[in-house]
């Protein structure tokens, strides 16, 4: 008997994020165009739309188109047109949130499977049967469907597919059904067009007698003097303190989702389709979400009983993100859940740029992010689970040969890293795993604030799997971030301990001209050829071998 397993379903803004995602992993896609999807930020043409759905058939892969706006009189003139083009591209599934665009479509064109959009709202099995009925082939869930209701829709619905959200940012209200981007931003949520209100900074103000309105900065001066209280109408005396810095808050500010940790569990009841948001997001994102959601349901099925969600969290650690949460797994968000402090996506590690060629002896690659004399950068491989670590010192143009220092970001300038400086590992093995669209990530540099605000958001998501009540490691987490704030400063350092070419992060990369070639680690240089480059040095072999441990 065949095993029944859920597919990876990536987002694609482009049609490079779309080859990147299938190269890494996705066992489908889903698209727009603005013209056929009403998606106002996707960056595809019909013709893009056509190549990328060829393309991903061609890696026997599948594709879904988006046609999930809430239709308005002057929309529906265009549903022909767009029924026609859909048959000449030949989706493997069209997505719609409008009952009255499904019906039109089942009506003219049966033979499209369709999917209903997480935009329909559908949080009961009752809502699925319904849609089932109307002919729906899969039902994407809301996001806000806990696990032990998508388990009850699940043995209730057996003979539909059921999608669900495991990765990806949140909306603040009803599955992307927000209003405020409208609002503040005349910019349609639904459209795809979202302003991120929710993301914003708010600042308190007050307005004065005589007409004028002045910020108020509550700071260790005045916070004696000040209370600031809301009361909900139907709570008469019920007051919930609010509290802001000079910093501004977010009040509205969701982490972002990931349920990678509890994936065995979505595994385990047959979820169809484990849906990851992000078509506005980088191709470096798509690239390595799914990389790491490919490994770890691949080696779900390989063996469940060993199955370990830590495995993979690293990986994802990689990509800049508000901080991680379990969201509506568990049911009702806790205040784990949100990031009342900051918005920016962080990591310890940014994009470097991916291969754009394979020739005879060197790889050509475009550089996204600036490199620098020094850099470390991670050549991670769409193929195998290993990635190789190289230490660079300057950087040659692939098109003259010229040696530079540094390389900025966002030129498209194309270097060339020749085989020569991979002395440590198999030049076979280069070419045949890490081919063209393959991407190179960099360490990075951070303030103080922002590592501890990675390990409080860390310990946060450990609180929410665990779903332990015990806060102290919390609270030691956040008293150092709030230190961290209070000290105020930009200067940056990198999680391994380097800086530039000064020092030894004990990783033995490639090209690594102190590790390699300096005497005084001539031990350290023996102990990692027995093991996996890249592995760090444990703190006690640093110390016998003088090599500053990595934190």
């Not at 940014?350 to 850099?375: C, I, Q, R, S």
């Not at 150092?480 to 704030?485: C, F, G, N, S």
Request: glycine share 6%; with cysteine; aromatic share 8%.
């Amino acid at each position: 008997m065949t095993q029944h397993r859920s597919e990876l379903l990536m987002p694609a803004g482009n049609l490079r994020k779309l080859k990147m995602a299938v190269l890494y992993g996705a066992d489908a896609v889903y698209l727009g165009t603005p013209d056929m999807s009403l998606r106002t930020k996707s960056e595809f043409s019909l013709e893009d739309v056509i190549e990328g759905v060829k393309f991903c058939h061609e890696h026997g892969r599948r594709a879904y188109l988006t046609l999930n706006l809430f239709s308005h009189n002057k929309d529906i003139p265009k549903l022909d047109e767009y029924i026609d083009t859909v048959r000449k591209v030949n989706p493997d599934g069209l997505i719609i949130s409008d009952p009255g665009v499904f019906q039109y479509v089942r009506e003219r064109a049966p033979e499209i499977p369709l999917h209903v959009s997480t935009q329909a709202n559908i949080a009961s099995w009752l809502t699925t049967q319904f849609w089932q009925a109307q002919g729906a082939d899969l039902v994407v869930l809301a996001r806000e469907v806990s696990f032990p209701e998508l388990e009850e829709i699940r043995e209730k619905c057996p003979d539909i597919k059921l999608e669900a959200f495991v990765h990806g940012a949140m909306c603040m209200t009803y599955s992307g059904r927000c209003l405020l981007s409208n609002f503040m931003a005349e910019r349609g949520a639904n459209q795809g067009n979202c302003a991120n209100s929710c993301r914003w900074n708010y600042k308190f103000h007050m307005r004065l007698k005589d007409g004028t309105v002045q910020e108020l900065i509550v700071d260790e001066d005045n916070i004696h003097m000040f209370e600031f209280l809301l009361e909900e109408g139907v709570r008469p005396g019920e007051f919930l303190p609010i509290q802001e810095d000079e910093r501004g808050s977010y009040i509205l500010n969701s982490k972002d989702l990931c349920l990678l940790p509890k994936l065995d569990d979505y595994l385990r009841i047959g979820v169809d389709s484990l849906k990851v948001e992000g078509r506005g997001k980088s191709e470096y994102y798509a690239a390595i979400v799914a990389r790491a959601y490919r490994m770890a349901i691949d080696d779900y099925y390989a063996d469940p009983e060993n199955w370990d969600a830590s495995d993979y969290m690293g990986e994802l650690e990689t990509v800049g993100n508000r901080g991680y949460t379990l969201a509506f797994h568990k049911g009702r968000l806790t205040n784990l859940a949100h990031g009342y402090e900051q918005t920016q996506a962080i990591a310890h590690w940014e994009y470097a740029g991916f291969v754009t060629e394979v020739v005879d002896d060197a790889f050509h690659v475009e550089v996204k992010n600036k490199l620098e004399p020094g850099d470390v950068i991670e050549i991670v491989s769409p193929i195998a689970r290993n990635t190789i670590l190289l230490r660079a010192y300057d950087y040659e143009i692939a098109a003259t040969g010229e040696k530079k220092d540094v390389i900025h970001g966002s030129t498209k300038t194309v270097i060339r890293l020749p085989f020569s400086l991979f002395a440590q590992e198999d030049i076979n093995d280069l070419r045949t795993n890490f081919p063209a669209m393959t991407v190179l990530r960099k360490e990075r540099a951070l303030t103080e604030e922002q590592w501890k605000r990675l390990q409080l958001d860390k310990t946060a998501l450990a609180m929410e799997v665990k779903d332990t009540t015990n806060e102290t490691a919390y609270k030691r987490r956040r008293d150092a971030l709030v230190e961290a704030i209070e000290a105020d400063t930009n200067t940056k350092r990198f999680k391994t301990n380097r800086k530039g070419t000064e020092g030894c992060c004990g990783k033995g990369c490639n090209g690594c001209l102190i590790f390699w070639e300096d005497p005084m680690y001539a031990k350290a240089r023996a102990v990692l050829k027995e093991r996996k480059m890249g592995s760090m040095l444990s703190r006690a072999e640093a110390t016998e071998l003088k090599l500053p441990a990595a934190e």
